[in-house]
């Protein structure tokens, strides 16, 4: 069995005396796409970014294809990890190309420049944005510049992406559609998610957070079980069978006041 791609071990993060995440353990897989869920406060964005180098834990310790991530210098966790965060505002005089250029900015010097431009094109390309090369950034609707960040992310060529909630404000089916085009990319992946619905079509794994600790860490219909569901978000899990086609529907409910706990 291979080495995992990523390791988080009794992980920490402590704010102003307030525990943010208490002892969170977790591998991942080359290839697999975790997604982080649980109700808002519980530790979902802070576990991410520790995974991801941004926040130092308090206690534990990251570790990235073996060597522990706080001994990998900046410059060098460019070449493997990129990030889009809910708080990415690019300069919207930007042109398109020019934007997803940036993430060629960690290979500088590493590359021919030609070469440099074919990986952009072909970021451009995968997220169905290079008829739009030319336009600016802020001339894109929300769907495209969320793609915009992701064609700028896989430019990067990273060896994991991690996602902080990437579907926000965006209406339904471009939620469903973001994330069919991330799992097409075959790419190691670590998201937020904050719709439930999304989380079966498109994890692996699903690593659930509630009250600062993992609570799970399991294949999606295991993590999506009722008794655990119930608990930690106080909704419903219904699995109906699709009535034209041949597949499982998950559906969330808000349970009436009869059927819930006392």
Request: aromatic share 2%; proline share 6%; glycine share 8%.
């Amino acid at each position: 069995m291979s080495a995992p791609l990523l390791e988080a071990r009794a992980l920490r993060a402590m704010a102003n005396g307030r525990t943010l995440v208490e002892d969170v353990g977790l591998s991942l897989a080359a290839g697999e796409r975790l997604a982080i869920i649980g109700p808002n406060g519980a530790g979902k964005t802070t576990l991410l970014r520790m995974l991801c180098g941004a926040l130092r834990p308090s206690a534990g310790e990251v570790r990235l294809a073996g060597r522990r991530l706080d001994r990998i210098t900046a410059a060098e966790r460019a070449l493997s990890i990129a990030v889009v965060g809910q708080t990415d505002q690019p300069d919207p005089r930007l042109a398109l190309i020019d934007y997803v250029e940036l993430g060629r900015v960690p290979h500088a010097g590493l590359r021919r420049r030609h070469d440099d431009r074919d990986i952009v094109v072909e970021a451009l390309r995968r997220t169905g944005l290079l008829p739009l090369l030319a336009r600016g950034i802020g001339s894109l609707s929300g769907g495209e510049r969320q793609r915009a960040q992701l064609a700028r992310a896989i430019a990067q060529e990273p060896k994991i992406l991690f996602l902080d909630e990437p579907t926000n404000h965006l209406d339904p089916r471009a939620r469903g559609e973001l994330l069919e085009l991330v799992a097409a990319f075959n790419m190691t992946v670590v998201a937020v998610l904050h719709d439930l619905a999304l989380v079966a079509p498109f994890a692996t794994s699903v690593a659930v957070m509630s009250n600062a600790r993992l609570r799970a860490l399991a294949p999606p219909r295991d993590a999506l079980a009722q008794p655990l569901i119930r608990e930690v978000f106080g909704i419903d899990v219904l699995r109906l069978r699709h009535p034209t086609e041949d597949r499982e529907l998950t559906v969330f409910d808000l349970p009436t006041r009869a059927s819930s706990p006392s």
